[in-house]
């Protein structure tokens, strides 16, 4: 069964920095295209960064130079980075996997798997 646990995050001012994790279990999670979604209230759900089992990353154009996505092959374990926090990165943040990073690669279509999210909040 996939699993996907996310942790991390908390409040912070602006400026600060925090780095959410996500453990994963129950695939073979190298070979997965691995994503960090978030979602405001009242807004739709955006990608941020997805980073292939190549580890080439892309970034949403809102968090480029801002955040890292990384991951962590032999701890299953992916993670965003973000630092240089503003208060419109307010949101609940998720961690998704797909089979392959399909294009648009932010589309959450290809996403099988997703955790159950981590709340960030930034204050002005």
């Known amino acids: 069964q996939v699993q996907l646990v996310e942790s991390g995050g908390g409040s912070v001012e602006a400026g600060g920095s925090l780095r959410l994790s996500c453990a994963a279990s129950?695939?073979?999670?190298?070979?997965?295209?691995m994503g960090w979604f978030r979602q405001a209230p009242g807004k739709e759900r955006e990608g941020v960064a997805v980073?292939?089992?190549?580890?080439?990353?892309n970034y949403a154009d809102s968090v480029q130079g801002r955040f890292a996505i990384s991951r962590e092959i032999s701890k299953n374990t992916l993670y965003l980075q973000m630092n240089s926090l503003k208060p419109e990165d307010t949101a609940m943040y998720y961690c998704?996997?797909?089979?392959?990073?399909?294009?648009?690669?932010?589309?959450?279509?290809?996403?099988?798997?997703w955790g159950q999210g981590t709340q960030v909040t930034v204050s002005a």
């Open positions: 998704a996997a797909a089979g392959f990073c399909g294009l648009p690669v932010f589309s959450a279509r290809w996403y099988n798997y």
């Open positions: 129950g695939y073979t999670y190298s070979r997965y295209c």
């Open positions: 980073i292939d089992s190549n580890g080439r990353t």
